[in-house]
């Protein structure tokens, strides 16, 4: 079974500050998605990354895919509250639509 | 973007009744589609894959008597909640694959009392 921890669970930080939440497993997957989810609703893809060592950037938050694709990360500069929500990365593999979900992240962001 | 709708968006019903949730791709097909089981703050819990004009594929520890899925269409799946329990209450929500990505429904919210 593949698994996906994510660290923090919950954070916390003022508007303003930088944050960075982790995605690991010990399994290698072929991609792996940022999922932002707010309350009510289904979470929507902020973006998939497929190489190892890729960097993408999405305005203020930036993914990095681990070299041997088996962890990720999500840094976001100057948080805003509107960045508040349930953040969840999840695996994929080649020919298997099926999504590994890590644990999920709580951030809030604090005017 | 590709849309996915659920109906109904939230459900309150009695123990022991059933309860249908549907989930449709808007603008494209899906041959495929999944349910997802979360709980109050936790992350998403896939229950099992539907698969057009073919029996679903469900996960370890689902039961596929209780949670029924028909795929009738391209563009439809359908989850039956039967003889739902107060365990049951959670949020549903399905989704539909597009390459390197997965469109999500908004979810149904299933109050059972």
């Known amino acids: 079974t593949q698994l996906l921890e994510q660290s923090p669970q919950f954070l916390s930080i003022q508007e303003g500050e930088n944050l960075t939440v982790y995605c690991n497993s010990s399994?290698?997957?072929?991609?792996l998605q940022w999922y932002r989810q707010e309350p009510g609703e289904g979470p929507v893809l902020l973006v998939t990354?497929?190489?190892?060592?890729e960097v993408k950037k999405l305005k203020r938050l930036t993914f990095q895919f681990g070299d041997a694709r088996k962890d990720s990360s999500l840094h976001i500069t100057a948080a805003q509250p509107g960045d508040t929500g349930l953040y969840l990365c999840a695996g994929a593999n080649f020919g298997n639509e099926k999504l590994t979900f890590g644990t999920g992240t709580r951030l809030t962001i604090i005017p | 973007g590709a849309v996915v709708s659920q109906h109904p968006s939230w459900v309150i019903c009695k123990s022991g009744t059933s309860v249908k949730i549907e989930c449709r791709s808007l603008?494209?097909?899906?041959?495929?589609m999944f349910w997802y089981r979360q709980f109050p703050k936790q992350s998403l819990m896939l229950m099992a894959t539907s698969n057009e004009g073919s029996k679903a594929t469900y996960e370890q520890g689902v039961e596929k008597d209780k949670f029924l899925i028909n795929h009738a269409s391209l563009t439809l799946s359908t989850l039956t909640v039967t003889s739902a329990h107060p365990e049951d209450s959670s949020f549903y929500i399905c989704?539909?694959?597009?390459?390197?990505?997965?469109?999500f429904g908004p979810g149904t919210r299933l109050t059972v009392l």
């Open positions: 399994s290698v997957f072929s991609s």
């Open positions: 603008d494209f097909q899906a041959t495929t």
């Open positions: 989704s539909a694959p597009r390459p390197l990505e997965q469109f």
């Open positions: 990354v497929v190489t190892g060592g």
